[in-house]
């Protein structure tokens, strides 16, 4: 029988316990978990646990649970949030658009002032649309 790779794994309700015990900075336990996700049961978040354990993506540390192999690719953690990449490029491109907008507005509109508006518009819609892509995609 073929052993499950991270991608059949982190799905659904194991792909939150993976997140929640990721965005932790010591390590969980099962009732951690369970109260922090909402889960209904304990057993249901040992279940996750040890699918995740058994997938060498978890380790156990002291008295819980604590990231073994971190498996985000393209995200940027700032403290307890992961984020896509892509986000910074959106802030990126959002600042450039306003400082062009406000700071460098020309007093007669040109097409080449138009161009670049349009442009900096674009790749902010686009680098939003790929973040929202890349939280929804299987980790």
Known sequence: MKADSSEDILQ????????????????????????????????????HIAKLLKAGLLKEEGDGYVVEKAVFENMIRIRRTVLP?????AAFFLTAL??????MKPSQLS?????????????VGVSLYEAYKAMKAPI
């Not at 990449?85 to 490029?89: E, I, K, R, S, T």
């Not at 306003?98 to 700071?103: E, F, M, Q, R």
């Not at 097409?111 to 790749?123: E, K, L, N, R």
């Open 12 to 47: 659904g309700t194991t792909r939150k316990v993976f997140r929640f015990v990721y965005r932790q900075h010591e390590p969980v336990g099962v009732h951690d978990v369970q109260r922090g996700l909402g889960l209904s049961s304990p057993s249901v978040a040992h279940y």
């Open 85 to 89: 990449l892509q986000v910074g490029y």
């Open 98 to 103: 306003i400082a062009l907008v406000t700071v």
């Open 111 to 123: 097409s080449a002032y138009v161009f670049a508006v349009a442009v900096i518009v674009a790749a």
